[in-house]
């Protein structure tokens, strides 16, 4: 691999995401006229249980099929990249038409037990048809992204949003009118039909890129399930205790002495208006995680420590530095932003909040990437399966006696539990020490321009003109600090132009 690409693959995945979450977020606002919010409540309710039962039946294929690829990939096998991948399919498809069946014969029951509408009962089915689908297309991303081709991944990506809309309305506009339940249904057969299309696009250029022959007597079922069962075991369990999570907090917000209006209210604003603000910015972090996972492994099979002492330093420091600058725009921007988005001064307060732990959850996506690109995803399995049991527990216990304080409460100490405990791990197992005065400077300069930022932000200015004002004061202080301070110097610097493309004039 080139010199710079992975963080140039990071751009290329994030400019792609940013595309497609942009297209999505304009297609939600189309939904929402033509449905109407009962329409899309019910929506939301059925993609949670299609998000559990999807994960259950993937089984943690998609980052099995990358890691064994990228190791075949780093020891020099074309051959053994392509066993992979047949092994990943024929597993994938196997776990996703079991977990098809069962979610078909259940559909009924989730409907009136889980979310409480029959109507939901049709377009369970259709996910459960289409699941076999969903779960091979995971395996092909995986594959195209431990090889390198991005490029072609993110176009078909792009190929598949489209062709997901233009299904969508067409059904919509045809047959669903305004019936709740048809509209529904034509928005999973829209996704489905254009995950199926582009699955085969998928598959054909596979099939025209030749990887030689597959090795003889080269093991590979025995290394998938030592991927999968952990993997399958961890997402599952976090899916499951995930859900009880949402359905604990309007519940114990209304026993903490408010109504059930206001809890929803409150649950609505955390989670349905603040955290989207937050967790935006985190498409570069996931777009790196995913990268580092196929990268690290092909530098683990060929024993490069050298190599791996160098991502963890370069990913951790910008990561620091990028996420660090995420917050502080989120705590000055708070008030204006929200009021812009949502007319919401209760939406700025959260997000206030809760913005200096977005420092704490991108590092810990980040840190995740790396653990599973090292080999190390039972580790991942441990640390997530105590901080999620710990999250039920302690929301169980706290939420009716404290209310957003117990709340608030129990999502700080449990993420910064499960980061602390997954930095150390990685320290660990790569030997690299991180630079304390490194961190203590770009965590001042944060501070200090969020302050500066934020007092911009709170003249009496028109929402927008003060969020470009503050957005303007922090990029100067921050800027100018980092440089006084020596957090960012001259090697950074053409680090970036190398990764952008950009070169000096002189």
């Known amino acids: 691999m080139k010199r710079h690409s992975l963080f140039r693959g990071t751009l290329l995945l994030t400019a792609a995401n940013l595309g497609l979450r942009g297209s999505a977020m304009c297609f939600q606002v189309y939904l929402s006229n033509r449905i109407g919010a009962a329409g899309i409540g019910l929506l939301q309710l059925i993609l949670s249980v299609s998000f559990l039962a999807m994960t259950i039946s993937t089984a943690g294929v998609r980052v099995a099929a990358m890691y064994l690829t990228a190791e075949?990939?780093?020891?020099?096998?074309?051959?053994?990249?392509?066993?992979?991948?047949?092994?990943?399919?024929?597993?994938?498809?196997?776990?996703?038409?079991?977990?098809?069946?069962?979610?078909?014969?259940?559909?009924?029951?989730?409907?009136?037990?889980?979310?409480?509408?029959?109507?939901?009962?049709?377009?369970?089915?259709?996910?459960?048809?289409?699941?076999?689908?969903?779960?091979?297309?995971?395996?092909?991303?995986?594959?195209?992204?431990?090889?390198?081709?991005?490029?072609?991944?993110?176009?078909?990506?792009?190929?598949?949003?489209?062709?997901?809309?233009l299904a969508t309305v067409a059904l919509l506009g045809l047959w669903a009118g305004s019936d709740v339940e048809r509209a529904c249904i034509s928005i999973h057969l829209g996704n489905s039909t254009a995950t199926g299309i582009t699955l085969v696009v998928l598959l054909g250029l596979a099939l025209g890129h030749r990887t030689g022959p597959i090795p003889a007597g080269l093991s590979?079922?025995?290394?998938?399930?030592?991927?999968?069962?952990?993997?399958?075991?961890?997402?599952?369990?976090?899916?499951?205790?995930?859900?009880?999570?949402?359905?604990?907090?309007?519940?114990?917000?209304?026993?903490?002495?408010?109504?059930?209006?206001?809890?929803?209210?409150?649950?609505?604003?955390?989670?349905?208006?603040?955290?989207?603000?937050?967790?935006?910015?985190?498409?570069?972090?996931?777009?790196?995680?995913?990268?580092?996972?196929?990268?690290?492994?092909?530098?683990?099979?060929?024993?490069?420590?050298?190599?791996?002492?160098?991502?963890?330093?370069?990913?951790?420091?910008?990561?620091?530095?990028?996420?660090?600058?995420?917050?502080?725009l989120c705590y000055a921007l708070s008030g204006p932003l929200c009021d812009l988005l949502y007319h919401s001064e209760t939406a700025g307060l959260y997000l206030r909040l809760f913005s200096p732990l977005v420092v704490v959850l991108f590092m810990d996506t980040l840190v995740d990437g790396m653990h599973k690109g090292l080999g190390e995803q039972v580790y991942c399995v441990r640390v997530n399966t105590l901080t999620n049991?710990?999250?039920?527990?302690?929301?169980?216990?706290?939420?009716?006696?404290?209310?957003?304080?117990?709340?608030?409460?129990?999502?700080?100490?449990?993420?910064?539990?499960?980061?602390?405990?997954?930095?150390?791990?990685?320290?660990?197992?790569?030997?690299?020490?991180?630079?304390?005065?490194?961190?203590?400077?770009?965590?001042?300069?944060?501070?200090?321009?969020?302050?500066?930022?934020?007092?911009?932000?709170a003249l009496s200015l028109p929402s927008l003109v003060a969020c470009l004002l503050a957005v303007a004061v922090f990029g100067v202080v921050f800027g100018v600090l980092l440089l006084s301070t020596a957090a960012w110097t001259a090697p950074d610097t053409r680090w970036l132009r190398s990764v952008t493309g950009c070169r000096s004039l002189h």
């Open 72 to 165: 075949e990939y780093g020891a020099r096998r074309p051959g053994g990249m392509r066993k992979a991948l047949l092994c990943c399919l024929l597993y994938g498809l196997i776990a996703s038409v079991l977990g098809g069946m069962i979610l078909h014969r259940a559909a009924d029951w989730i409907a009136v037990s889980w979310i409480r509408d029959i109507r939901a009962a049709s377009s369970l089915r259709v996910l459960a048809w289409a699941m076999p689908v969903n779960c091979l297309w995971s395996v092909m991303a995986g594959y195209f992204t431990a090889c390198g081709r991005l490029k072609p991944l993110v176009w078909v990506e792009l190929l598949e949003q489209l062709l997901s809309i």
């Open 220 to 328: 590979m079922w025995r290394r998938l399930f030592r991927l999968c069962v952990p993997l399958a075991a961890n997402d599952t369990l976090r899916s499951a205790l995930s859900t009880t999570e949402h359905l604990l907090i309007p519940r114990g917000l209304s026993r903490s002495g408010g109504s059930s209006e206001q809890a929803m209210a409150d649950y609505g604003t955390i989670h349905g208006m603040v955290f989207p603000v937050m967790m935006f910015p985190a498409i570069v972090f996931l777009a790196l995680a995913d990268l580092l996972v196929p990268e690290l492994a092909r530098c683990r099979a060929a024993l490069d420590r050298r190599r791996i002492h160098h991502l963890t330093d370069r990913c951790l420091r910008m990561g620091l530095l990028f996420s660090a600058a995420v917050a502080g």
């Open 389 to 457: 049991l710990l999250d039920v527990v302690f929301l169980f216990l706290l939420l009716p006696r404290f209310g957003i304080a117990g709340y608030f409460f129990t999502f700080t100490l449990t993420h910064f539990l499960n980061f602390y405990l997954s930095l150390a791990h990685l320290l660990t197992v790569t030997g690299y020490t991180p630079r304390v005065s490194y961190i203590c400077k770009v965590l001042g300069c944060t501070v200090a321009a969020a302050l500066a930022a934020g007092t911009a932000a």
